[in-house]
C-alpha cells in the first residue's frame, strides 16, 4: 500500500460541508481522516491520472447541520445536497463513468450516512461508523470506521492505559444515556442488582473514565444505531470490550481477530451477562487484556500520522477493500 497508494482529492465543493473538518465530538474520526489525508504528501497526488482512489471530502455531521429541515424526519434535503454535488464531479470529470464510483471512497461517521449514501453513491467504497449489516452495509466493499469521541483538537495520548489486571476490581462496567432500546434493558436488568455490575446511567467524564480503567469488562452497548464511541474508549483504558449489538460489524477485520480480544454477546443474553463474563476464565482473560494493549496503537490520533495507527489502518481498509474487489 505505501508504494502504490495514490488519492486524488476532489477540489469542488463549498465548506463547511466540503473541506471543513471537525476535529471534536463523536463524529471526529471523519474529521481527523479528512484533516489528515489533505495534509498528506505521500498519499495524495495531484494528476488525477495516477490516482487509484478518488476522495470525496465531505462532512456527514455539518451536512446535517446545513441541510436538514427540523423536524422534517426526512433525509430528502440532505440527499439532493449530495445528489448537486455528485452531478458537478460527473460533469467535470470522467472518472467516476469508469466505474460508475468503484474506485471512489467516502468517510462519514454520522449516523444517517448510510442512508444518504446507500443509492448516490451505491458503488463507492463507504467507511461508515454505523456499519449496520441490516441498513446496507456491505461488507467487503464498506468498512466499519471507529468511532472516536475526541475532546480537544489536539489528541494526546496522555493518560491512556489503566490499572493493571490484578487492580481491575470491577468485573463489568457500563455508563451512559439512554439512547437506543438496548441500554434501557442492559439497566433494567443490571443497575443496582449486583456490586460487581457497575451499571448506571450517566457519569461525569472523569468518573466514567476511572471507572473504565478500573474494569475488567467494558460493556459497549449500541445506543440509536449500531455504534458506539465506548469501543474504542474501552481499548483505550486497557478494557477487554464486551460488544451488544447484533448485527454491528467492528472495524479492520481484514487484519484483527476480534474475537482475541472482545466479547461479542447477543442482545437477548442481557439477562445472562454476569454468567457469560465469569465464564471466562482468569488465563483467558488476562491473554485478552494484553491483546487490548496491543491493539490500541490501531485506534489513536497523531497529529503527524504514526505507522500502523487509525489513519493509516482506515487507508488500509480502504485500499484493501478496493484491490479485493477490482476486477481484471
Known sequence: ?????????YKEGKRPVFHQPRLTGIYASEGWFMNLLQESKQYVTTNPEEALLFYFPFSSQ??????????????????QYLRNYLDMIKARYSFWNRTSGADHFLVACHDWAPEETKTLMAYCIRALCNADMKEGFQLGKD?????????????STRGLGGKPPSQRQILAFFAGNMHGYVRPLLLQHWENKDPDMKIVGRLRKDSYIQQMKSSKFCICARGYEVNSPRLVEAIIYGCVPVIISDNYVPPFLEVLNWEKFAIFVLEKDIPNLKTILLSISHR????MQHRVKQVRQHFLWHQSPVKYDIFHMILHSIWYNRVFQAKP
Open 62 to 79: 455539518i451536512l446535517e447541520e446545513i441541510a436538514y429541515v427540523p423536524n422534517s424526519h426526512s433525509l430528502d434535503t440532505l440527499k
Open 1 to 9: 500500500m505505501e508504494q502504490t497508494l495514490k488519492i486524488f482529492i
Open 143 to 155: 468498512l466499519s470506521l471507529p468511532e472516536t469521541n475526541v475532546h480537544s483538537a489536539q489528541f
Open 284 to 287: 483467558r482473560y488476562l491473554v
